[in-house]
């Protein structure tokens, strides 16, 4: 089983609707918890930060982490097409250097 | 925010030649970088953490005479691919951590990739 499971997609959506891509990991000593978004040959560039369990919001970005069923969800609200990309979640042990990410989910917003 | 600057952002090389990659941190000084692969549709493999003023640290299954990294200064780690074979092809991504922030839990940020291209 791996660390950090996130579904790859495709995932296709109507320019304006509410997207909810979602991660879960098995290991409970992940901490700090990440999403990131990766254009086309591109780097990824860092979208949510976050540390404790609850949500934490950012313009049309919420971040949700719920550790008791190890599960973390990035929601964007009002998509656009400029969100096409593909999203990372990623997290890390406290203390630790290494970061251990999902696949990545492709996420296409249509007009 | 803090801004990682990965050159070159493509090269194309011939089996068994050379290749450095560099990445500069621009705003920040980076004790610690990062080096990592990326296959088409896959999660990013971390590859060796790159340490200021001493060695690399390799990731289990990574050759070390192979990807070569040097990090001489506080803003700048190189990638070397040594004899570069078709199979080393594939995208290089370096990051860094602006430890300004939360220290070693502040988050990676990324350079935007080198598509390297063996033939």
């Known amino acids: 089983q791996k660390e950090v499971e996130q579904d790859p997609g495709p995932l296709s959506v109507p320019e304006g609707a509410i997207v909810s891509l979602n991660c879960t990991y098995s290991?409970?000593?992940?901490?700090?918890f990440m999403w990131y978004r990766q254009y086309s040959r591109k780097g990824p560039e860092l979208l949510m930060y976050?540390?404790?369990?609850g949500n934490k919001e950012d313009g049309r970005f919420t971040a949700q982490v719920d550790k008791s069923s190890k599960y973390i969800s990035l929601f964007i609200r009002d998509s656009q097409p400029s969100d096409s990309a593909t999203y990372l979640c990623?997290?890390?042990?406290?203390?630790?250097?290494?970061?251990?990410f999902g696949t990545g989910t492709q996420l296409k917003v249509e007009l | 925010g803090a801004v990682v600057s990965q050159h070159p952002s493509r090269v194309i090389c011939k089996s068994g030649t050379s290749v450095k990659i560099e990445c500069r941190s621009l705003?920040?000084?980076?004790?610690?970088m990062f080096w990592y692969r990326q296959f088409p549709k896959k999660s990013l493999m971390l590859m060796a953490t790159?340490?200021?003023?001493?060695?690399?640290?390799?990731e289990q299954g990574v050759e070390k005479d192979k990807f070569l990294i040097n990090h001489a200064s506080l803003t700048l780690s190189t990638l070397t691919v040594t004899s570069a074979h078709p199979e080393d092809s594939s995208f290089y991504i370096c990051?860094?951590?602006?430890?300004?922030?939360?220290?070693?839990?502040?988050?990676?940020?990324f350079g935007n990739g080198t598509r390297l291209t063996v033939t």
């Open positions: 290991n409970s000593a992940f901490q700090y």
């Open positions: 705003d920040f000084q980076a004790t610690t």
């Open positions: 990623a997290m890390k042990k406290g203390g630790g250097n290494k970061l251990t």
């Open positions: 976050t540390y404790s369990s």
């Open positions: 790159s340490n200021e003023g001493s060695k690399a640290t390799y």
């Open positions: 990051s860094a951590r602006d430890l300004s922030g939360q220290g070693s839990n502040s988050p990676l940020h």
